[in-house]
């Protein structure tokens, strides 16, 4: 049977200096955990938080077991599907599409919508005010139809009152 262990130290140490250069850390993956932590959005928001997360945590406690038990590289413990987890982890933060990065994505998009959403509301209040103007436009020109024809009629009264004197 094969031992796992070394190769899954060099894919943890691969992905915790790529974690240390984009979260300017000396703390690595542990630091991206503790991001992931103390950000409230993510569950919500990005599908796999969870997920990532917990393999994260579970992948730092496999590495502090390497790195600090006596004789633990002698135990199976870390799987070649660990392994193959960090590296995929590490491509995914190279592609952008690891925790952080999809939620940034979703916050963005969710922002757009929102300035969408607002301009949209603009234009219709905008529209609404039109309508209003063209509704008051037409009542008064209706006040004044109105008051034109009660002064022809007032007129017209006046003339026939005159004819009849």
């Given amino acids: ?13 691969r992905l915790d200096e790529l974690c240390k250069q984009i979260l ?14 103390n950000e409230s959005q993510g569950y919500r928001m990005v599908s796999n938080w ?38 995929n982890f590490y491509v995914r933060i190279i592609e952008c599409t690891d ?4 939620l940034r994505k979703v916050k963005n998009t969710s922002q ?8 949209q509301q603009e234009i219709f209040q905008q529209n609404n005010e039109f309508v ?4 008051r436009g037409k009542e008064t020109t209706i006040l004044v139809g109105i008051a034109f024809l009660i002064a022809i009629i007032i007129l017209v009264g006046v003339f026939l009152a005159f004819l009849i004197i």
């Fill in 24 to 37: 300017m850390s000396d703390r690595g993956i542990s630091e991206y955990i503790d991001e992931m932590s």
């Fill in 99 to 102: 925790p952080f990065s999809m």
């Fill in 50 to 87: 969870e997920n990532d997360y917990k393999q994260l945590k579970k992948m730092r406690w496999i590495r502090n077991q390497l790195a600090h038990e006596v004789n633990s590289l002698e135990k199976q413990l870390a799987t070649v599907e660990d392994i193959k987890w960090l590296e």
């Fill in 112 to 119: 757009k919508l929102s300035v969408k959403s607002e301009h």
């Fill in 1 to 13: 049977m094969k031992n796992f262990n070394l190769e899954f130290l060099e894919a943890y140490k």
């Fill in 132 to 135: 209003r103007e063209l509704n």
